[in-house]
Each structure stands twice: as structure tokens, then as C-alpha cells.
């Protein structure tokens, strides 16, 4: 902006002479004044040095008036007490029913362990548990954040008491550990965990990953788990113990320079935060601390927030679940200071990813690595798309549709969510999550269920977070996102809309339960677009013209309306940008999953060649069954094919 001095990198990338990449730091000169930037429209060079080298870098500043324009929020969701996805037998009901009683049988003694063993207090005879939170592990300490959130969401959704009096006696006895960890005078005061702060010095002198391992992931959680049993569940005791870690917190990381910051954040897991920088902007909206807010912008991480503003895609090598969630903080930090810098960065990062980065089922990443963009079809592996890369995916999408009310964007999400989600939680109440979905040949899914790792976490708070899109609202519409069996309810309890899919495939009704006074926009996937129909009470709509990928209904829908859609269910050939040689198949909205055990990619069918068997969405090629990829259990199965 005109008569301001502008932000510019501290580090670049560079290509070395024996042809690798890497970042270099780079200084600029120190004595620029803000009248050489007080024309709009011009271009001005500044030239810099990359330091230890005898090499020049230009950076090019374009002068504007002011601030790009960045929209204002215009919907929002409405809260999971609202929806309900009781009673229904499809695969979401399934899914949550399972969950629902995974939370009652786990022992919370368990999930506690780890903080009472910490400073020496009484275990009450629980057993540890074990993969990564088993009692020496580095990241010991984030299921139990989990496991707050999933409990939290449950009271939300249920009503149930059961999870209300699981979740306050946890949070009670974290109360215990926060103040038991102070009087030991070996803490710092506010501090919480399943460990010692030894982990957290050992990041500020640059400790590599597996020394030490991501020690504000591990405390994201316990934060973020807290924070839903306060806002979700009504825990004040849960607020006061974030008060005082977001304290500790500031007082911990403002006392360091920021070279030291853009270090640690840009380290190899070590550094990986989670979403400390949203989960500070949200505990400084219940508290209305300056110094929490500060302490968000002590995780902003110049590495990937730069390129993203100026939309130049550095992700390639990256590790996307570590970034995933920090731009998440970036649309946190938008909402709350309403910079459009955060803005530019969080829609170019979703277009970024969408655009040359996903799989066919919405996923990203192998082996939890972002690799150059369009080759995903060179990575069809059994360590491809990490379920908490698409679970943080969907929760970046759900912000930037507040803002712009996107239909495209609820296609990523349906897609995702239907695809990948859906798919990667076991049939059984074992809590279980895949922690990556294979995509390569004859794969089958493992949930590793002794484990607890961070997708079994994320896993935990998935099955309610189904519900957080189907509904949205603004001043003048009642939004209907996705397409999912569920009843809407109003303030008092009184149902509002009914979504239930019918006997033929591919019909849903919108049922009317009370007079509706604002209009309705219903979201018609871009896979359903091709001849589909609409009618209201049994009469067809002659005009189904769409906006943004939404059907708009007028304002004036009574109790007893039935709004029915008809979308055409076809199979279809779903082409690779990144690979002309491998496609998808698809019928409706559902990936197909060929059941095979040969490991070498087989050729795709004919659509003709595909047909119907034994009840709904079961099928057959050439004597291969075949059947949407979230009904897979633990068959060996194909989604990627040679191309016929």
C-alpha cells in the first residue's frame, strides 16, 4: 500500500549449482523510506542479498491504493445440537452410532495417565495406552485432547449426559494437573501436558526430529479439546486452564527473536505446530487478552505464508499436515483482525491444493508429503492421502465457504468427505481411522488400532463434524450444502427441514416441517448438474437454472412442502490431469472400488460393461465386483486404472 514500507522475505528459494533446491536467507537494505512507495501503480525494485553468498535477489513491489478487497462473512453454520443424524441408516448414521459408543467404553482414567504420571500422582490403576501414547512417547498427550473434543461434540449432538459427566470429571482433573504442575516450582506457571517443558527447550536450540516431536502439536490438541468442552459443552473450569496455557504460551515464545521463530516453525515435524495459531486467536476471543492474540502471531510461518500470498505454489516436498492447519489459523487470524493478507493466503492455498494436489477422492499427500504438483498419479502407494490432511482440508473449506458461499467449494468438501472420510473409519466400535488410505493396486486398509496416531485422533472427532456443512444460513437464505439423510432443528427443538433420500438412487426430498421465511438454496453436486430435475409437491419446475451450483427456491415453503430431487446416478470415466493413462470410475458421487488382489493395475472397464447386481450399489464387470469405496472393509481393492 502507498506510503507504507512493504513486507518482504527472509528467506528464498534457490537452485544450487549441483542442481538440488533449498532456502536461503536474505537481507534487503535497511534504509528504505515509505515516500519511495507513494505513487500507485508504480513498480519498484529493491535488490537484496542472499546472505553468505555473493549472489543478488530482486524483489519487485507493486504500489496500490489500499488493501485488496477481501469479502465480509456472510453465512454461518448452525450448531450440531441443530442437526441430527439419528435414526438413519446410511453410512454417516453408522459411522457417528459407532463412535458414539467407542467414547462410552473408553476409560478416561486411561487418557489421563500420562499427566498424573508426569509430576507423580496417583494413576488410579489405569493402564497406559500405547503406540504414541504410551508412557515415554514424545507426543503423549494428544489423544487425550482428542478424545475432549470427540466428547464435547458428542454432548453437542446427543444431549446424552453420559459424555457431559466423562468430559467434566477430565477436565476437572486437568485442573488438578495444571495446578500440581505449578506447585512443584519445576514448571512454569499455566503450563499443562503429558510431559515436561524439556521438549520445548530442546525446540528453541533446533532439536531434530526424532529427539524431540512436535511439542505445540501435542499442545494444540490439549488446547483445542478444551476449548470445545467450553464452547460446546458450557465447561468453565475448561476456559480457565486455557487462560492460563495461553499465558504460558505468550510468555514463552514472545521473550524469543523472530530468526529463532522462523526457524523452529520451519523445521521437519520438530516444529510442527498444529493449529496453535487459530487456537490462540479462539482463546483470545473468549478472553479478550492482546498478549493472546500476540501469541498467534508468533506462529505465523513466513515459509509458507509469503508464497501463498503472492499464490506461488512451494508446497512440493513440504509435509501437508503440518501447513494444513496453520493456514487454517490464517482464515482464524482473518476473522479476527480482518488483514485481507490472511484472506489472500488461505484462498490461494485451498486453490493451490484443490488445483494440482489431490487425489481422486480429495486427499492429498504420500508418505505425508506434498510432492510437484500434477503428479499424484506418481504416487499411488499405500501411504497416500493421510486422513488428517483431507479431515484439516474440509475445516479450511468450511471457512472460506463463510465468506463467499461457493457451490465448487461444497463439491471438494462432498467429495472428501464421501470419499475419503467416510471411507477411512472402521465398520466396527473400535474407534478405529486409517491413518493413510492406499491407493495403489490390491491395497487394503489398516487401522492400527493400538497405535494412536494423530488420524486415529482426528478420527475421534470426524464422525461429528459430518454434520458441521449440511446446513448454513445468512441474513436472506437457508443454505442446503450436502445431500446427506438428517432433520434440521430450530432454537426450541422443532424440526425445521427434513433431507431423506428415497427408495431409487440418486432421489432425495426436502421435506418442509415448518413455514420457511427465508429462501432456500439447495446444492446441486457438479456430478448431478446433467439433467436433473426439481419439483415441489409433485409439480416439476419448468426453470432449474443455477447459481454458483445452487438451486434457489422462493421464500415461501410451508409445513408440509415436499421439495424433491431427481439426480441423474450414472457411472462415469473420471479422467488424471496429473496421468493420461490412469481414470476413476464413478457412479453418482461415489468413487468405485474394483475388489481385487492382483498388484498390478488392471484396465478400466467399459461403462457398458458395468451393471447392477444384488441390490444397491453393487456391481459387476467382466465377473469383477465392484462397489462404492466408503463400503469397503478390509477387501483388497483398485481406484486407479489403466485407461481402457
Not at 502 to 530: F, N, S
Not at 593 to 603: D, H, R
Request: glycine share 8%.
Amino acid at each position: 500500500v502507498k506510503n507504507t514500507l512493504p513486507s518482504l522475505p527472509a528467506t528464498v528459494d534457490v537452485t544450487y549449482e549441483n542442481g538440488t533446491t533449498g532456502k536461503e536467507k536474505v537481507t534487503w537494505p535497511t534504509n528504505l523510506k515509505a515516500d519511495q512507495f507513494a505513487t500507485a501503480g508504480d513498480k519498484v525494485e529493491v535488490t537484496g542479498t542472499i546472505v553468505d553468498y555473493d549472489v543478488e535477489v530482486k524483489a519487485t513491489v507493486k504500489v496500490t491504493d489500499t488493501k485488496s478487497e477481501a469479502p465480509a462473512t456472510v453465512t454461518t453454520e448452525f450448531a450440531l445440537s441443530d442437526i441430527s443424524l439419528d435414526g438413519t441408516d446410511t453410512i454417516y448414521g453408522q459411522n457417528m452410532a459407532r463412535d458414539l459408543e467407542y467414547l462410552k467404553v473408553m476409560d478416561a482414567d486411561r487418557m489421563l495417565y500420562n499427566f498424573r504420571k508426569t509430576f507423580g500422582a496417583d494413576t488410579k490403576g489405569a493402564k497406559p495406552l500405547t503406540g504414541w501414547e504410551e508412557p515415554t512417547g514424545l507426543l503423549r498427550g494428544h489423544s487425550t485432547g482428542h478424545f475432549l473434543s470427540a466428547l464435547a461434540q458428542a454432548y453437542a449432538s446427543t444431549g446424552e449426559a453420559a459424555y457431559k459427566e466423562k468430559m467434566d470429571y477430565m477436565v476437572a482433573e486437568l485442573k488438578k494437573c495444571q495446578d500440581a504442575f505449578a506447585a512443584t516450582g519445576k514448571y512454569h506457571r499455566g503450563f499443562l501436558s503429558a510431559y515436561s517443558e524439556e521438549q520445548f527447550d530442546l525446540l528453541e536450540v533446533y532439536t531434530k526430529y526424532p529427539e524431540i516431536w512436535a511439542p505445540y502439536y501435542t499442545l494444540d490438541k490439549i488446547m483445542s479439546g478444551l476449548y470445545d468442552c467450553h464452547v460446546l459443552a458450557g465447561n468453565e473450569t475448561a476456559k480457565e486452564i486455557l487462560d492460563l496455557m495461553g499465558d504460558w504460551v505468550y510468555d514463552r515464545l514472545s521473550r524469543l527473536p523472530k530468526e529463532t521463530l522462523d526457524k523452529m516453525w520451519a523445521m521437519y515435524i520438530a516444529g510442527e505446530f498444529g493449529g496453535m495459531l487459530g487456537t490462540m486467536v479462539k482463546v483470545y476471543e473468549l478472553t479478550g487478552k492482546e498478549n493472546h492474540l500476540k501469541a498467534a502471531k508468533l506462529f505465523e510461518n513466513e515459509k509458507l505464508f509469503y508464497p501463498m500470498e503472492e499464490e506461488c505454489d512451494t508446497l512440493e516436498d513440504m509435509h501437508a499436515n503440518q501447513h494444513i492447519p496453520q493456514i487454517i489459523g490464517a482464515m482464524d487470524l482473518y476473522r479476527a483482525t480482518g488483514d485481507e493478507i490472511y484472506w489472500e493466503i488461505g484462498k490461494n492455498f485451498w486453490n493451490i491444493v484443490t488445483g494440482g494436489h489431490t487425489y481422486c477422492i480429495g486427499g492429498v499427500g504420500e508418505t505425508e508429503m506434498f510432492h510437484r504438483a500434477n503428479t499424484t498419479c506418481s504416487y499411488l502407494t499405500d501411504k497416500a492421502a493421510e486422513s488428517c490432511a483431507s479431515y484439516n482440508m474440509l475445516r479450511l473449506t468450511s471457512q472460506l465457504f463463510e465468506y463467499t458461499r461457493s457451490g465448487n467449494l461444497m463439491d471438494y468438501y462432498d467429495n472428501t468427505l464421501r470419499n475419503h472420510i467416510l471411507t477411512s473409519s472402521s465398520h466396527k466400535c473400535d474407534g478405529g481411522t486409517t491413518y493413510f488410505l492406499p491407493l495403489g493396486p490390491g491395497g487394503r486398509k489398516e487401522f492400527f488400532l493400538s497405535e494412536n496416531s494423530c488420524c486415529h485422533g482426528t478420527g475421534m472427532e470426524s464422525r461429528f463434524r459430518y454434520m458441521e456443512n449440511i446446513y448454513a444460513q445468512d441474513e436472506d437464505a437457508l443454505y442446503i450444502n450436502l445431500l446427506v439423510d438428517s432433520v434440521l432443528t430450530d432454537e426450541n427443538g422443532k424440526a425445521m427441514i427434513e433431507l431423506q433420500s428415497v427408495d431409487e438412487e440418486g432421489v432425495m426430498e426436502i421435506r418442509c416441517q415448518k413455514d420457511q421465511k427465508k429462501v432456500l438454496k439447495i446444492h446441486i453436486p457438479a456430478w448431478g448438474q446433467k439433467d436433473f430435475n426439481v419439483s415441489v409437491n409433485g409439480k416439476v419446475l419448468a426453470d432449474t437454472e443455477l447459481h454458483d451450483g445452487y438451486m434457489v427456491i422462493d421464500a415461501d415453503s410451508k409445513a408440509g412442502d415436499v421439495i424433491r430431487l431427481e439426480l441423474p446416478m450414472e457411472f462415469r470415466v473420471l479422467d488424471n490431469k496429473s496421468d493420461a493413462a490412469f481414470v476413476n470410475l464413478a457412479y453418482g458421487p461415489y468413487i468405485l472400488a474394483a475388489l481385487s488382489e492382483e498388484k498390478e493395475f488392471i484396465t478400466a472397464p467399459a461403462v457398458e460393461e458395468i451393471h447392477m447386481v444384488d441390490g444397491k450399489l453393487q456391481f459387476e464387470a467382466n465377473g469383477m465386483k465392484m462397489i462404492p469405496l466408503p463400503k469397503v472393509d478390509m477387501e483388497a481393492y483398485h481406484v486407479y486404472f489403466h485407461k481402457e
